[in-house]
């Protein structure tokens, strides 16, 4: 629940690793070689996304001429 209260580069890094998960889980139970290879595929993209999203938090104003941008959620006031 933490990381939906982050930025949007990790909400998308887990919702693309449970896909992941999923599509293999499902490519096992169907024995197919397809559904295996779409769960590689969004393999890949996760893997991409992680890269991305760690690469901004290393990439911060204090030690970086550039940052990249992650898709800060605001936060509301609860009262």
Known sequence: MATLKVNIALMALFFLLDLTFLLLMAGEFAESLTIHKVGGGFGLA????A???GAAQLLTE???????PVGPIRR???D
């Not at 204090?62 to 990249?68: A, E």
């Open 76 to 78: 509301r006031r609860v």
């Open 46 to 49: 996760t893997a991409a996304v």
């Open 62 to 68: 204090d030690n970086s001429w550039f940052t990249l």
């Open 51 to 53: 890269f991305y999203a």
